[in-house]
């Protein structure tokens, strides 16, 4: 091959990186704040088609153990399919193709990473789209800011907005966990290279979690700033700690002693504290979920063993049971929670074998492990947002160890 060749072989390569890096731009942003509409299907198509292109640039393709513990439990549900243990089949097909889609895309984005093995590239792509995130729901609420959460949930209270002639719609824990990560990662970038930008950044979006009132996101946005502050200032771990509970104490007391703020999140973060410490408390959100969780336990019950199919819950009480652990012991039996969680344990093992880990690969660790304690209060089986957090540990730890050979 003439030397010629080579460089323009380079040159295809880099432009279709710098492509890819736009689209995954707007395919984390259209995720963010309205996934299912036509702009975000052909942004996704766009992702695939690009994405392989440049799978087949460099010519090889990169497996995770991730997507190998992956396949049996696409296979196990579609055993519960055809097999007719399933109850509603059609509605299992339907949530089984969106499984299997997500497969693949997040299969893709796994190769894309580590070819591009850019990982500063990668993280200050999550802080701009959930920034812009924000921002758009701050300009669709601007008339009504601070009369209530911000955003909404699906359904009647959703967000009533046409872009383009497509709805716009974010939900309040959707948007606080966005704006969770961006803020985690602006903020390790302010304190590592000292921009105050990053500072900005990491202060709005915190503005912005707490005015979802989201019990999650304000959970994330507490481990996540304690977390970093103790990575970040290792050497002053006892000095930071201290420091770190009373920033937390007093955005506490703030919350709670401003009518405002009080109103759209303190109320719900004191419901929350009652209710863990036996209190009975009337409030929607916790009552619903309570409530589904008594169901789902119950039809757990019936079939604990192999389930009764994914989507059955959803079409038979028209909600998920909000807790993803529950929601696979209703779909799957005990037997599909195993599969599903199987990831779990190269997740912790390869982490612990690491020599050295980057800050970056420490976070990487933190977000994927946060995925399993938002579980517990959210069905996320299904949704690539929460799953990219997950391939991202292990694409960058595959270009961790790629790093340590050379």
């Given at each position: 091959?003439?030397?010629?060749?080579?460089?323009?072989?380079?040159?295809?390569?880099?432009?279709?990186?710098?492509i890819m890096w736009y689209l995954f731009f707007l395919f984390l942003l259209l995720g963010n704040i309205s996934e299912h509409n036509i702009y975000s299907d052909l942004v996704l198509g766009a992702n695939i088609i690009i994405c392989l292109l440049v799978i087949l640039s460099y010519g090889k393709i990169h497996l995770s153990i991730y997507f190998i513990l992956y396949v049996p439990f696409i296979a196990y549900h579609l055993f519960l399919w055809v097999s007719g243990v399933a109850i509603f089949a059609n509605i299992t097909w339907e949530s089984l193709q969106s499984v299997i889609l997500n497969f693949v895309i997040l299969f893709l984005f796994y190769n894309f990473i580590i070819i591009s093995n850019d990982t500063e590239r990668l993280f200050k792509t999550y802080i701009w789209s959930s920034f812009t995130s924000l921002v758009i729901v701050l300009y669709i609420?601007?008339?009504?800011?601070?009369?209530?959460?911000?955003?909404?949930?699906?359904?009647?209270?959703?967000?009533?907005?046409?872009?383009?002639?497509?709805?716009?719609?974010?939900?309040?824990?959707g948007l606080a966990m966005v704006c969770a990560v961006g803020f985690m990662l602006s903020l390790y970038y302010f304190i590592k290279d000292r921009k105050h930008l990053y500072l900005l950044l990491a202060l709005a979006m915190a503005n912005g979690i707490i005015l979802t009132g989201s019990r999650k996101g304000i959970m994330l946005l507490t481990l996540y700033f304690m977390f970093l502050m103790m990575l970040m200032y290792s050497n002053k771990k006892v000095k930071i700690g201290i420091l770190s509970v009373l920033a937390v104490l007093t955005c506490y007391y703030l919350v709670i002693e401003i009518p405002v703020l009080y109103n759209i999140a303190g109320e719900r973060l004191e419901a929350i504290i009652q209710y863990l410490l036996g209190s009975q408390i009337y409030e929607g959100s916790i009552n619903a979920r309570a409530r589904y969780a008594e169901y789902g336990i119950e039809e757990f019950g019936n079939n604990p063993i192999l389930g009764k199919g994914?989507?059955?819950?959803?079409?038979?009480?028209?909600?998920?049971?909000?807790?993803?652990?529950?929601?696979?012991?209703?779909?799957?039996?005990?037997v599909g929670l195993i599969l599903y969680y199987l990831y779990t344990i190269p997740l912790i093992s390869m982490f612990f074998k690491l020599r050295n880990p980057s800050k970056e690969l420490i976070i990487s660790f933190l977000l994927a492990c946060s995925v399993l304690l938002i579980d517990f209060g959210s069905v996320t089986y299904y949704s690539r947002k929460y799953l990219l957090l997950t391939v991202l540990f292990f694409a960058l730890v595959h270009n961790h160890k790629k790093c340590k050979k050379v």
């Open positions: 091959m003439k030397p010629s060749d080579k460089v323009m072989i380079k040159v295809k390569r880099l432009n279709l990186l710098d609420l601007k008339d009504t800011l601070f009369e209530g959460r911000l955003a909404h949930a699906y359904g009647e209270d959703s967000i009533s907005f046409i872009f383009l002639g497509e709805p716009v719609a974010m939900a309040n824990n994914l989507g059955m819950f959803k079409n038979t009480y028209a909600n998920v049971t909000e807790i993803n652990y529950l929601e696979m012991l209703v779909s799957g039996g005990v």
